[in-house]
Every structure is written in structure tokens, then in C-alpha cells.
């Protein structure tokens, strides 16, 4: 049994330290992120993520599901650390406490390692720096089964711990890669995916476009729409070019981009069904 001394302050330089992985400068210094919820952090051990420190919160009630976890962690070497309750305040997100954060050594890849089926969509979003849309995409990707997802722009980071909550752990399963735009365009183009971006101006209907298959589905973000690198690389004939629309019919003018990642992909899903 690998255990920790428990740790009553929240001033302590290990929870401190732990703390500051909910920062990105902190997350991209060292490597590791912050995994919240039970669910989450099974996920990542499954997918064989590894997770040095799990901070437990020893006055949570006791959970057959934590402890079942706990003892995996333990079994692979992670230093279980207890915790009073303020100390684990200050790890945990929010009120969502469910007695156990873990540590985790995780970052996406590059395009260099990302291994995908070449018959199957995959999604490539740029600039969505919101973690929780960010996740709900990931999630909805991995439920429709796209075969995996390109974030792209500054300020994704699927590494956030919100955006690992909201995927509920899914970010650790599903093919996934970071990258910049010329990149990801360059991919598109080498892999020679059909590049089908989702514009509130788009040319035809979502279901008119052939979503299934080699196609690469890009989403902008909310804020500024898709770069206009995407149209200059079709213009060269570096990359096919399409653009599709979902009908507005109230008075906002675009949906939120996650819920627009799944209307796409379940579209992308129907059409490669029987």
C-alpha cells in the first residue's frame, strides 16, 4: 500500500502544487492535469494514463466505487495522499466532490501520432476555448463514434480539467491530437479528406453534404467563426473545400458549437448506417 501521511492545511506545498494544475502555464510546465470525478479517473486508468498522486478525501462517506479505484491506483504504484476536508476543497472542482482527484500525466499529441480509420469522419475544431464545449464535443464524438477529433487554435487545451470533466473521460479513449491550423490543414490535405466547415453562410443544407466517410468536419469557435486560412488553402486547391448550414429559424443566429458537433456527427453516423 502506497499512502501518503495525511495532510490537514490547505497551505501545504503539495496541495499548493496540485492546485496550480488547474493553470495552463502549470499544465504545460509539467505535463500533468487534474482528474475530477470517479468516472473520469476510471476512464484514464482503463485507457492505461498514468496517474502518480490521487488526493482522497478522507472525510467523504465511504463509496464502494472510490475504493474500488483506490485500490486499482494503489495496485500500479499511485502515492495515495489523504486529505482533510480543506485541503481537499482546494484540489477538487467546485462542490462536485466525489472524495477522489487524481494526478495525471496527460497531454494531447501531435498529428505525428495520430492514428485514425480512414473510412470513418473525423472532427477538427479550431479556437473552442471554452473547456466545457470543448468536452461535450469530445464526448459526442465518442458517442457517435467519429473516428477521432483534431483540436486546432489558440487556446484549446483538452488538458483542462473541465474540458476532461465534461468529455467524462472520454478524451483519454478517443483518437485525439492538438495542432496548429496550417497543420491541421495540411493533414486534411495529405490525408486527402474531404473538408466540410460548418459556416452560418454555408452553401448547402448539413444533410445535403456527404458527412460520412473521408470527410473532416471543422466547427469554429463562437466568438470568431472559422479562420479564413481554411478558404485560402481550398482557393490554392491544397485542400476540398465545402461548407454546410443548419437553419436558424428564431432570432439567435448560431448554435451553441457543441450541440452543432451533435447535430454533425449523429448526421455523419445516420448516413454511414444501412
Request: charged share 20%; hydrophobic share 45%.
Amino acid at each position: 500500500m502506497t499512502r501518503h501521511d495525511m495532510i490537514t492545511s490547505p497551505a501545504n506545498p503539495r496541495v499548493q502544487e496540485a492546485a496550480r494544475l488547474r493553470e495552463a502555464d502549470a499544465r504545460r510546465t509539467t505535463g500533468l492535469t487534474l482528474v475530477d470525478g470517479l468516472r473520469e479517473i476510471d476512464r484514464a486508468v482503463v485507457s492505461g494514463v498514468e496517474i502518480p498522486e490521487a488526493f482522497l478525501d478522507t472525510e467523504a462517506a465511504g463509496d464502494a466505487a472510490r475504493d474500488g479505484i483506490v485500490a486499482r491506483l494503489e495496485a500500479r504504484g499511485t502515492l495515495i495522499t489523504p486529505l482533510a476536508r480543506r485541503p481537499f476543497e482546494k484540489v477538487a472542482f467546485g462542490s462536485r466532490n466525489e472524495g477522489l482527484v487524481a494526478v495525471a500525466r496527460f497531454r494531447a499529441r501531435g498529428l505525428e501520432n495520430f492514428a485514425v480509420a480512414a473510412d470513418r469522419p473525423v472532427f477538427v475544431v479550431e479556437g473552442v476555448e471554452k473547456p466545457g464545449n470543448l468536452g461535450a464535443i469530445l464526448r459526442t464524438c465518442d458517442a457517435a463514434g467519429i473516428a477521432g477529433v483534431i483540436a486546432c487554435g489558440s487556446g484549446t487545451d483538452p488538458a483542462n480539467p473541465a474540458a476532461i470533466r465534461a468529455s467524462l473521460g472520454t478524451v483519454f479513449a478517443l483518437p485525439l491530437a492538438v495542432a496548429t491550423t496550417a497543420d491541421a490543414i495540411a493533414w486534411c490535405g495529405s490525408e486527402c479528406r474531404r473538408v466540410i466547415a460548418s459556416l452560418p453562410t454555408g452553401a448547402r443544407l448539413w444533410h445535403e453534404a456527404a458527412l460520412s466517410g473521408t470527410s473532416a468536419i471543422v466547427l469554429g469557435s463562437e466568438a470568431a467563426g472559422l479562420s479564413s486560412d481554411w478558404q485560402r488553402a481550398a482557393d490554392s486547391g491544397a485542400i476540398t473545400f465545402d461548407t454546410i448550414r443548419l437553419p436558424m429559424h428564431g432570432i439567435a443566429d448560431s448554435l451553441n458549437v457543441s450541440a452543432t458537433a451533435a447535430v454533425l456527427a449523429y448526421e455523419a453516423l445516420r448516413q454511414l448506417s444501412p
